[in-house]
């Protein structure tokens, strides 16, 4: 799994990935547009903030993000022709996954440990 500290830099590298990906399969013809952006939000134990994201062929594709955009508003994020302000806006804070073990992501951090219940303090002094 590739985290990346900003957004921006997230998508640049799907972008990347999705090229490569497809390079072999269209060597002689174009690559076509992606039909489905993924993106997913990661909050550290360290309060730092990771974004992962990936563009795919079909709609439906799946990795450990959740579906954000498809059709014509995927391909207009892959075309780096969007308000990366406006898709922060509209990322859905439930949906962000926190740390609550290294490595380990959960959309709330357990509270029946010690850590989680130090997570969740930290968490909520934000």
Do not use: C
């Amino acid at each position: 799994m590739s985290m990346y500290a900003t957004l921006e830099e997230a998508i640049e590298i799907a972008r990347e990935e999705y090229l490569e990906a497809l390079a072999d399969d269209y060597a002689d013809d174009e690559i076509p547009s992606p039909q489905q952006f993924n993106l997913q939000k990661y909050v550290l134990q360290d309060g730092d903030i990771m974004w992962q994201a990936e563009f795919f062929l079909d709609e439906g594709d799946a990795i450990e993000g959740l579906p954000f955009r498809s059709g014509a508003a995927a391909q207009a994020i892959y075309e780096d022709d969007f308000d990366e302000t406006e898709l922060r806006l509209e990322w859905l804070e439930e949906n962000t996954l926190h740390e609550w073990d290294e490595g380990e992501f959960q959309l709330d951090p357990p509270l029946d440990t010690e850590e989680g219940k130090t997570a969740a303090d930290e968490w909520d002094e934000r």
